[in-house]
C-alpha cells in the first residue's frame, strides 16, 4: 500500500457515517434521519446550532414618554414623482411619541437650511399652541 492509499484508507476509517447522513439529509434531525437508516446516532452539529439559535433584542426601548413633545420623532421622505403647486417634492413629518400626533410639512428640497427654517416655524407654532415652554427634550430621526 503506497502512502496516497494510506492516507485514503485511514481517512474512509474516520469518517463519521452519522455526520455525513446528516449532511446528506441536509441538517435533518436524528429522529428523521433514523427512519431511513438504522442505528443512527445524534450528532451535535454546529451549523444547525447558530442556525436555530434565537436573539434576544440587543437593546430595550425606553420608557414612553407622556409629556407632550418630550420625545419628537421626524421622518423625512421623498422625493415623488409629483411635485405640489408649491414646488414641494418631500414631506417632512414630525411625530409626538406622548400625544401621537404628526405634523406634515411639505418642503421642496432636503437642504439644511430649509429643514431648520421648518423646525423653528414648527417649534413657534406649537410654542403658541401649547404654551409649553420647554423644548422637545429628545428629537429623533
Ligand atoms: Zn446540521
Redo the contacts with the bound molecule.
Keep these: 500500500m503506497n502512502s496516497d492509499a494510506r492516507v485514503l484508507a485511514m481517512n474512509v476509517e474516520n469518517i463519521n457515517y452519522d455526520h455525513l447522513w446528516?449532511e446528506l439529509f441536509l441538517?435533518a434531525s436524528a429522529d428523521r434521519i433514523s427512519k431511513h437508516i438504522p442505528n443512527h446516532e445524534h450528532i451535535t452539529?454546529e451549523?444547525?446550532i447558530l442556525g436555530k439559535q434565537t436573539r434576544t433584542p440587543s437593546k430595550q426601548m425606553d420608557d414612553k414618554v407622556t409629556d407632550k413633545l418630550a420625545r419628537v420623532y421626524i421622518d423625512h421622505c421623498g422625493p415623488v414623482t409629483l411635485t405640489t403647486y408649491g414646488n414641494g417634492k418631500y414631506a417632512l413629518n414630525l411625530h409626538d411619541e406622548a400625544t401621537n400626533y404628526t405634523w406634515t410639512f411639505v418642503v421642496p428640497d432636503k437642504i439644511a437650511k430649509t429643514i431648520v427654517n421648518v423646525l423653528n416655524a414648527w417649534k413657534a407654532m406649537v410654542d403658541n399652541q401649547t404654551s409649553l415652554s420647554s423644548d422637545p427634550h429628545r428629537v429623533r430621526s
Design positions: 446528516h441538517h452539529c451549523p444547525c
